[in-house]
């Protein structure tokens, strides 16, 4: 399962990874972002377009086979 | 493990409890595998949920945008954990290392992280706050819960304090065009956090969306029906209110109460710990085996002249639970300080309110930059003549510098030359309320210097202060 976070402290609203993937993040009010942590698996190459378009690299993203216990994770942290 | 792995860690450290399975718990896990610990890692959580996020329940899931269930947090790293969720600790056995379960299931550690958070402060009165639309938000499920309740087109929403929980609740309610009336006691919303001067902005950035905002006003009492539905609620100016929907957003209470007899110093104002994240026992020793991260600690920060804080910011629990798991896992000579800058983001009522440093120990606050009218701007808090933090409101960009200023010890006012800033700088008092008074939602509060564990509302005076149907006003004897 796709799973991202994004550090909105660190995120200054520049919405690149809105254009790279539209569905997942959005722009609210001119500068505050949204987004869904649990985006489609489907959508996981626009995702990634998304957290590598970031300029502050403040969106994590993490790929899970499993809930619980065994994950397997891609390390994805700066 | 490596032989280099081997020195960096002290090797006596195999076995490593967590206890409060949410950001701050989840972070340290990822940071102890990341920093390369191979032992066990038990995470223990009363929620039944895999770690998930809070930020997004009083924003996104509350509009309907967001099903609750799709906050749940990424595993960044191979955790290799072992999860017990749905029961909490009960108790905690210095001597023996051990943590207490409620099943009755006792595991033992060689080091533990507590990172067991707040929870919503309740309504006072029991058999109010238990009527069908008294609602609290803190949880997956309260968020489910209030959206329920919004979703269905209540008449009137009540939200109880204006803190950032309560200002996010009523911006939604707008949103959702539902008529919202917010009470708060003090004289602006947001003024445990922010002061009285910026409290005033977000006072007239509500009136402007249509919120029904009553200030220096408490409720002092909540009414059902013969059903147990949620019908009145009585206003201390006398005034009377029909709404079907109450929000209780009276700030939140540290999970202490389960380190009772433990030997650890804390009281409600957290667990306190020295800047290596270490526990104190209640004979003012730093533990050498027990950490503790997170909204539910309380420790002396290098910037604030060691005043103790507790500091209830999302960014505070990733970046504090990352270095108390840097430092469980090291030896001595190779822990590092937690001196990190509180930060926070909010976003209401069309703006991004972001802060860096801690507005709470201010005494003045100036504009520095874009105005009022726009709703563009940034303002500058100094206390005894050097910025100690910054807010930003719609203008997120400008806060790394701001950041650094802090950082630096710059002066007060700062010296910016900034195109879009006044032509003079005015300082203006921050406005806060005087230490010890209860506001809602300060959520980054100094709390007094050393590890004293006197329990603050001990008297019968303060614990009325603390009552939030006392109206403004009340003089404690
Ligand atoms: C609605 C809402 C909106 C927010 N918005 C923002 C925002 O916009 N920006 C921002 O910076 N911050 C925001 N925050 C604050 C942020 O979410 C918190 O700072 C953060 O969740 C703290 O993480 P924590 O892990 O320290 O504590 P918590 O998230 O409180 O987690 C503690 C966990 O421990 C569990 N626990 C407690 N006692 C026990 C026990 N005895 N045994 C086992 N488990 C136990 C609890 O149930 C909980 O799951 C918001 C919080 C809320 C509630
Ligand atoms: S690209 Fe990065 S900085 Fe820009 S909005 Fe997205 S998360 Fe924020």
Known sequence: MLRIVVDLNRCESYAQCVFAAPSVFWIKDGESLEYDYVPDDSLRVQVERAAAAC??????????????????????EQ | MSSSDTEKTASSVQRIIIVGASLAGLSAAEALRSEGFTGTITVIGDEPYAPYDRPPLSKTVLTGLLPAEHTTLPQRVDLHAEWLLGVPAIGLALENREVELADGRRFGFDRLLIATGTRARPWPDSAQAALDGVCLLRTRDDAAKLRARLAAGPKRVLVIGGGFIGSEVASVCRELDLTVTVT?????????????????????????????????????????????????????????????????????????????????AFDSRGIICDSTCRAFNTNGMATDNIFVAGDVARWPHPLYEGELLTVEHWGNSVEQARTAAHNMMSAPADRRAYETLPAFWSRQFGVNLKTVGLPTFADEVVLTQGSIAERRLVAAYGHKGRIVAALTVNMARWLPAYKAMIEARAPFPPVLHAPDGPAELRPVPAGFPPRGQSTHSPIAT????????????????????????????????
């Open chain 1, 55 to 76: 300029p502050v690299q403040a969106i994590s993203i993490c790929w899970l086979d499993e809930q619980l216990g065994q994950q397997r994770g891609n390390h994805n």
């Open chain 2, 184 to 264: 708060e006691r003090s004289s602006t919303p947001l003024i445990g956090a922010l002061g009285s001067a910026a409290g005033m902005f977000a006072g007239q950035l509500q009136c402007a969306h249509g919120v029904d905002l009553r200030c220096n006003v408490t409720i002092t009492a909540l009414e059902g029906d013969e059903n147990g539905r949620l019908r009145h609620a009585y206003l201390s100016d006398g005034d009377t209110l029909d709404i079907d929907v109450a929000v209780v957003a009276l700030g939140a209470v540290r999970n202490v109460e389960w380190l009772h007899d433990s030997g650890l």
């Open chain 2, 446 to 477: 100094p709390t007094g210097p050393g590890p004293s564990i006197s329990p603050p509302e001990e008297s019968s005076t303060s614990a009325k202060v603390q009552d939030p149907r006392v109206p403004p006003g009340f003089q404690p004897k």
